[in-house]
């Protein structure tokens, strides 16, 4: 069965075409179907109505990687956890099968799908192992898309076939130990010298960090230009002066691997700089608008693992004679976690319908992560004291997601930027 479901139809790169041919919003008649499916703007269409219901498509690829994730990624995952051991093996096998490029058109080896498929694909990763999920969203939407979005043809054409067939791993580096939310104060410098630039500084807290072929690298270039003057490089493992350094030891999430990156007298031809000079910060805060939405997804993901396993646990463990599930006080922890899940998923799905549509969503996405990521660290909570003093040890899943998820409310900007972001963008609407 689970060899019919990944050597057939969800290997998405080759049926990337067939997977597309139907669109999530469109239930407004026949013609305005088609009509959506072919442009793959379902938001655009005329007369939509508002259907939240997911495609027979989208529901098998849910199905698929909830398969590929119980197999290859559940047997593994408390000794990956407890070993800080990185599913290489396991990346490359997402890699073949489509998932580490799903957002990238065809021409580069993506699947050609959108942010709603991508949130489906991180958030069964998730449901399993928030390390899974993180890996792949790293090296998805930061530092692909950032190529993706900002890369000239040659740069495309050379790193996007390698890095959505998950033959190369990704990492994307703007956090320094002095310049986290601040990214602006970033204080890594590149020097223009003759046809190269040169590097130096250090990166920290960076995802897949020891295990990338490819870094997307932010840097100083000119101190006194607007918006900070800070420009993307892309580095190639190998390249002299560039390196991994410090792997952090981490609470959760500890088979991803976390840590610095070093530049040293690093240089770097021309070509290797990642969109116009000086304007890197404005890139990174668009591909961040997209990132919101994988850790939104990642939250979910990790949200849905902790209450099934508290739902389970509530109708098995009797005290006082019956199932705990039968006392008020735990229904009432079970429908806060599932009204909570349930309004992380309608966040995170507009936003991610939004972003295919071709909309900003500066607004929508820190929305989505704010409220999943803060939703998730709840549930969590609630899952542990459902399952009493058992949710304290290694014996249940849970604790795993009260360790993993805190991550949540922090990586990709805290919840406390993510207020700061939204504050913003509603004061500027009340202006207009
Ligand atoms: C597991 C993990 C993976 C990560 N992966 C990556 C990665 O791949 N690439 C990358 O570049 N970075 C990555 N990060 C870094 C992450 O994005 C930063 O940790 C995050 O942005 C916060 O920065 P900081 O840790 O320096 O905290 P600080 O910025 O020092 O914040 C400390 C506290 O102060 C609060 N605070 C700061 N400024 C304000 C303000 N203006 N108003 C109110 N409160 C404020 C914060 O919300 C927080 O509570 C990762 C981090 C972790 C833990």
């Known amino acids: 069965m689970t060899c019919l479901v990944f050597c057939g139809f969800f290997a998405l790169r080759s049926h990337p075409v067939w997977f597309r041919s139907f669109s999530p919003l469109c239930t407004s008649g026949r013609g305005a179907v088609l009509a959506c499916a072919r442009s793959r703007h379902p938001i655009r269409c005329h007369n939509r109505?508002?259907?939240?219901?997911?495609?027979?498509?989208?529901?098998?690829?849910?199905?698929?990687?909830?398969?590929?994730?119980a197999a290859e990624i559940a047997p593994h995952v408390m000794e990956w956890d407890e070993a800080q051991t990185f599913p290489l093996e396991v990346i490359r096998k997402l890699g073949g099968l489509g998932y580490m490029g799903c957002i990238f058109p065809e021409e580069y080896g993506g699947a050609g799908l959108g942010y709603v498929e991508y949130s489906?694909?991180?958030?069964?990763?998730?449901?399993?192992?928030?390390?899974?999920?993180?890996?792949?969203?790293?090296?998805?939407?930061?530092?692909?898309?950032?190529?993706?979005?900002?890369?000239?043809?040659?740069?495309?054409?050379?790193?996007?076939?390698?890095?959505?067939?998950?033959?190369?791993?990704?990492?994307?580096?703007?956090?320094?130990?002095?310049?986290?939310?601040?990214?602006?104060?970033?204080r890594s410098t590149a020097v223009r010298d003759g046809d190269d630039w040169v590097l130096n500084g250090a990166k920290s807290f960076t995802t897949n960090a020891h295990y990338a072929d490819v870094c997307v690298g932010m840097a100083v270039t000119n101190r006194t230009a607007a918006q900070h003057g800070i420009s993307a490089f892309i580095l190639e493992k190998g390249t002299p002066g560039f390196r991994a350094g410090k792997k952090e030891n981490k609470l959760g999430l500890r088979a991803s691997a976390t840590g610095d990156v070093i530049f040293t007298d690093c240089r770097l031809p021309h070509s290797q700089l990642l969109g116009k000079q000086d304007e890197g910060f404005v890139d990174s805060l668009r591909i961040l608008d997209g990132g919101r939405i994988s850790i939104a997804a990642l939250s979910i993901g990790m949200a849905q693992g902790a209450y099934d396993a508290a739902l389970k646990y509530a109708k098995l463990r009797k005290q006082f004679g019956r199932p705990i599930s039968e006392f008020q006080a735990i229904q009432h922890k079970l429908v806060d976690m599932a009204t909570k899940i349930d309004a992380s998923r309608l966040l995170t799905y507009r936003a991610a319908t939004m972003l295919d549509s071709g909309k900003r969503v500066t607004r929508e996405s820190a929305m989505a992560k704010l409220f999943a990521s803060e939703s998730a660290v709840y549930i969590a909570n609630e899952a542990v004291q459902i399952h009493g003093g058992y949710g304290f040890t290694k014996d249940y899943p849970v604790e795993k997601f009260y360790r993993d998820v805190k991550l949540c409310t922090i990586g990709e900007g805290t919840s406390e930027i993510q207020r700061l972001v939204i504050a913003r963008q509603l004061l500027k609407d009340q202006a207009k």
């Open 49 to 69: 109505i508002v259907d939240f219901e997911y495609t027979p498509e989208q529901i098998q690829l849910r199905h698929a990687v909830r398969e590929f994730a």
């Open 120 to 186: 489906i694909i991180i958030e069964e990763l998730s449901r399993v192992d928030g390390s899974v999920g993180i890996i792949v969203a790293a090296h998805t939407s930061l530092c692909s898309n950032h190529i993706a979005k900002a890369g000239t043809p040659e740069q495309k054409k050379k790193y996007l076939p390698k890095l959505t067939s998950g033959e190369w791993l990704g990492c994307w580096s703007l956090t320094e130990s002095e310049a986290g939310s601040d990214a602006a104060g970033t």
